[in-house]
């Protein structure tokens, strides 16, 4: 295929020339090179501006407050975001994590009891060459109805369509010279070849929108839609976003978001580990702001992440948006008259009902198991639809609320398992895979990220152990990484996968003794010459799943 005028395209990966074919068109190069052009500069600047507001963060000692400046967009009560269609309405139970190239689950959650799926292509995806390209013709195949066996569109769960963020590019496409933004990529193909035939099955286009850090960001996604729906000749608000608040800076531009976003906006979702490691990014450098123990003193009932939540839903639910919670990462044991298997649903409802009480009107998991238990759970506690009803007037939340830092130390466990999860996680993404199964959870690249970048901060202000006063350190770490990898190699790797392994700590050392902790480990190691080379010689072998790493 000859390259249009301005733009240079990689040759396919072996193994997926028809693929190729079916999703470069000379048509869809041609709107991709015009949505990248047209776009390009915006996209520098909204990068631009995260790097200005960090840099005034870091040099002043300032913390983030709701801004003035918007102040009468959160004091106006008349706006709402335009209605969302009716299938958006009734949305408890997602598939989260879902990335595309795996065609098996793909077809399996296709088939599944679930509302909707998040096809992602960003968290829980390495963006290999290979993997995009199969992951966007699998979407191709679901929306027109290819895969054998299919769900017809009306009937199958929604298709949230997850876009990579805009801290990642696009190696393999270049425009005017230039590595192309992954999100224009992924957007820009999605909509391309399946805007149409989702608006005429009442089935979107739906998209969620990664690490969005400010309503500015937000502006440029809505004139995105707006660019793109005119040259598909689709209805202005066809297209319906939900966004991640997934950053510190965010959670005070909530209202700001959904109202740059208000004909396009299906609300907004709350996480908790790329928020919680947002902390680091913004405040690493500052000791008030040490993350104790993630696997002890962070999760969703203490101050800062419950305020986060109740702040969220109670901004969605005042604008007539939909607030979705977190994605369950616990697996279920296959038997279901074990205590192991009791004790995690048991655990999973513990969680969940704290969202579904504080308002959520769904939330994601990973095991398709979970379905329809958790489908149960959220009809049992709430009426209709949804729970847009529920609006919290006597809640406010403060910025003290959302910058509250629990208390609590480091323990050595917690420490062995940061290791372990940044360390895995990188070897996953050297074998192409975005995420792995450890001690009986899903982890993606949001885990290895409050991870790895906690790791970074303990070292980097010498935390002590609360088991035996230990100090963290490059000397302490680098010893614990050799124990972790010795333990993890001891499961049956073969000599190619313990030095991909040895690889794996390697990088993680170097990520966790730099001076400065990376914007996003995700656009380290997509611009590491490692990943770079291994997408040149095709997929790398895949870890055996016999390799059982959950019984570490």
């Not at 090179?33 to 909204?46: C, K």
Request: charged share 20%; glycine share 6%; hydrophobic share 40%.
């Amino acid at each position: 295929m000859s390259a249009i005028a301005g733009m240079e395209l990689s040759r396919s990966p072996p193994g997926l020339e028809a693929e190729y074919r079916t999703i470069f068109t000379t048509d869809s190069l041609l709107f991709l090179h015009e949505l990248i052009s047209t776009f390009d500069a915006e996209v520098d600047q909204v990068l631009q501006l995260r790097v200005t507001r960090k840099n005034h963060l870091y040099l002043s000692g300032d913390l983030p407050n709701f801004t003035q400046s918007t102040a009468h967009i959160r004091r106006d009560p008349t706006w709402k975001v335009q209605p969302v269609p009716p299938r958006l309405q009734r949305r408890h139970v997602d598939v989260g994590d879902l990335a595309p190239c795996d065609t098996e689950r793909f077809i399996q959650a296709l088939q599944s009891p679930a509302q909707g799926i998040q096809i992602d292509f960003d968290d829980g995806n390495c963006p290999t060459y290979y993997n995009q390209i199969k992951g966007i013709y699998n979407v191709f195949k679901a929306v027109h109805n290819l895969f054998p066996y299919s769900v017809p569109l009306p009937q199958a769960p929604l298709l949230m369509l997850r876009p990579r963020a805009w801290n990642m590019v696009e190696h393999n496409m270049m425009v005017e010279g230039r590595e192309v933004p992954a999100p224009l990529f992924d957007f820009g193909l999605l909509m391309f070849h399946c805007g149409q035939m989702l608006y005429e099955n009442k089935s979107g286009p739906f998209f969620y929108l990664s690490k969005v850090e400010s309503f500015m960001e937000a502006r440029l996604w809505n004139k995105i839609f707006v660019w793109t729906q005119q040259k598909l000749g689709l209805p202005l608000g066809t297209i319906k976003a939900t966004v991640l608040i997934e950053n510190i800076l965010a959670s005070f531009e909530m209202e700001e978001i959904l109202y740059e976003l208000r004909d396009h906006s299906a609300g907004l979702n709350c996480g908790i580990w790329d928020y919680s490691a947002s902390f680091v990014n913004k405040f690493g450098h500052r000791r008030a702001f040490m993350l104790p123990d993630r696997s002890i003193y962070v999760n969703m009932e203490k101050r800062f992440l419950h305020s986060y939540m109740d702040l969220l839903v109670q901004t969605c639910h005042r604008r007539e948006a939909l607030a979705t919670g977190g994605m369950v990462a616990l697996l279920l044991p296959e038997d279901q008259q074990s205590d192991s298997y009791r004790t995690v649903l048991d655990t999973v409802t513990r969680l969940k009902l704290l969202e579904i009480k504080a308002g959520v009107d769904g939330f994601m998991v990973y095991d398709l198991a979970l379905i329809e238990p958790m489908q149960k759970l959220i009809q049992l506690h709430t009426e209709g639809d949804n729970q847009l009803h529920k609006i919290r007037t006597d809640l406010t939340v403060t910025p003290d609320d959302l910058l509250s830092i629990p208390l609590g130390g480091v323990t050595l466990p917690g420490l062995k398992y940061n290791i372990a999860v940044g360390v895995l996680f990188i070897d996953a993404w050297l074998s192409g895979k975005g995420h792995f199964f450890y001690r009986g959870q899903v982890e993606d690249s949001a885990t290895a990220e409050i991870s790895t970048s906690q790791v970074w901060q303990w070292i980097c202000h010498q935390a002590q152990l609360e088991d035996d006063s230990r100090v963290v350190s490059r000397r302490l770490v680098t010893e614990l990484s050799k124990q972790v990898m010795w333990e993890l190699s001891s499961v049956g790797h073969s000599v190619r996968t313990k030095q991909q392994l040895q690889t794996a700590v390697d990088m993680f050392l170097e990520v966790v003794q730099k001076r400065n902790y990376p914007e996003f480990i995700t656009t380290y190691l997509s611009q590491d010459h490692t990943f770079l080379s291994s997408q040149n010689k095709g997929q790398m072998e895949v870890l055996d799943k016999d390799v059982h790493l959950s019984k570490l």
